[in-house]
């Protein structure tokens, strides 16, 4: 009887099922066990063992009591009444954990880095920004990261999920789950105008500082056109992508993604002696300077 019911429980751990419903089952199996108990200390009373067959009693009744205790708490959203566990925990030292609280204890961000930027802009002042990012700037990227996760920067512990937690998830949603749940800003960044173009550079430090990317447009505009119109600050540079795990048929696999890079960039109409300047320097260029402000405001309304 008792092989049987152990096979079963046994046979459970290789079923998904919710924890509630697997307490379920599981107290069931244990009622219908503890009757047996009660067959046992019947047979030994018949056969003059009145000793051994209240020792099964007490057995019984401590197992009937606890199976009362889950029958409440899984079965309904009642109290049960007699409830020593609280003085038990309390006795004891234990802090109560409930079993059917299936949350994690997300952290709220990857690490120190979050929330960084060069200074406080309002969201109006910001514009959409694409990047180009070359072989090489992908493997500079990938050394910072690689570098800011030795510092413990920023963690690896997908939030603290454990891979169960993670199989749940990627089943529930259909998509992978990702190793950073929120972007990390880098420590330093910086843009700069170079061989005409506005290459972005990040890393632990200045000192320490590497191209990153190379931006391709701000707002409709190409990068260098709108920075010889408009004065442009890079705001945030964050980390993205990275390693993710996804659902497995028994359990979860590590799939391999590069970190990439997103970046935000405020404008400023520059004063009028810079705006005659850059008039000057582009005379033989086609487009005006009302023009590239419509399509600068016109990418704004489209974030």
């Not at 049987?4 to 459970?12: D, E, P, R, V, Y």
């Not at 099964?56 to 566990?85: E, G, H, R």
């Not at 004063?271 to 405001?297: C, G, I, T, W």
């Amino acid at each position: 009887m008792f092989t049987l019911i152990q096979t079963i429980a046994a046979s459970l751990g290789y079923v998904n099922l919710s924890v509630k419903l697997k307490n379920q089952i599981y107290t069931l199996l244990a009622a219908v066990g503890n009757f047996y108990l009660l067959y046992v200390a019947y047979r030994f009373f018949a056969n003059g063992f009145p000793v051994r067959g209240s020792l099964f009693i007490l057995a019984f009744l401590a197992i009937a009591y606890f199976c009362y205790l889950n029958i409440f708490y899984y079965f309904t959203s009642k109290k049960a009444k007699f409830d020593v566990s609280p003085k038990i925990e309390k006795v004891l030292h234990i802090q109560g954990k409930d079993p059917l609280s299936e949350q994690p204890q997300v952290k709220p961000n990857g690490g120190r880095g979050f929330i960084q930027t060069n200074g406080i802009f309002e969201n109006e002042e910001f514009l959409p920004a694409t990047l180009d990012i070359s072989p090489v700037q992908s493997g500079n990227l990938q050394a910072v990261a690689k570098t800011l996760r030795e510092i413990g920067f920023f963690t690896d512990d997908y939030a603290g999920l454990n891979d169960k937690q993670i199989f749940k998830q990627a089943q529930e949603t259909g998509k992978e789950v990702p190793e950073l749940p929120e972007p990390v800003a880098l420590p330093y960044f910086a843009m700069s105008v170079n061989d005409q173009k506005l290459v972005i550079r990040g890393g632990v430090n200045q000192m320490r500082s590497v191209d990153v990317a190379t931006v391709k447009t701000v707002g409709l505009l190409p990068a260098v056109e709108a920075a010889q119109k408009f004065d442009l600050f890079l705001a945030t540079a964050v980390l993205t992508g990275g390693p993710a795990k996804a659902a497995a048929r028994q359990g979860v696999v590590e799939v391999e993604h590069p970190y990439s890079l997103d970046v935000r960039i405020a404008y400023r109409k520059k004063s009028s002696d810079s705006s005659q300047k850059a008039v000057k320097d582009s005379k033989h260029e086609p487009r005006s300077h009302s023009n590239n402000d419509e399509h600068l405001s016109r990418a704004h309304k489209q974030e």
